[in-house]
């Protein structure tokens, strides 16, 4: 599965984004799918995961309700909805197949970069 991540921007604190994930690859809808983030000078982090169906998710404590994970496998595409936007959710977010647990498959597509503004 090759992985594009789109939807970053500038958004001021209390914004939303959302962010796509356009897969290629004829397994895309039998896999877990997650996002994950890297901050300037930071450990790429877990975000977010959605299991094949999306009817099972799973968020970092950061990012809990706040944002939501989801998936439309007609479309090999997996989306992040981000509310409530801070400046600790400035990153380069990525998306990728998850192999267990929150741990992703390692094959890393392009990223799109959120900066938060304070």
């Known amino acids: 599965v090759q992985l594009q991540a789109s939807g970053g921007g500038l958004v001021q604190a209390g914004g939303s984004l959302r962010l796509s994930c356009a897969a290629s690859g004829r397994t895309f809808s039998s896999r877990t799918m997650g996002w994950f983030r890297q901050a300037p000078g930071k450990e790429r982090e877990f975000v977010a995961a959605?299991?094949?169906?999306?009817?099972?998710?799973y968020y970092a404590s950061s990012v809990k309700g706040r944002f939501t994970i989801s998936r439309d496998n007609a479309k090999n595409t997996v989306y992040l909805r981000m509310n409530s936007l801070t400046p600790e959710d400035t990153a380069v977010y990525y998306c990728?197949?998850?192999?267990?647990?929150?741990?992703?498959?390692?094959?890393w597509g392009q990223g799109t970069l959120v900066t938060v503004s304070s």
């Open positions: 959605i299991n094949w169906s999306g009817v099972n998710t």
């Open positions: 990728a197949t998850i192999v267990i647990g929150t741990t992703p498959d390692g094959f």
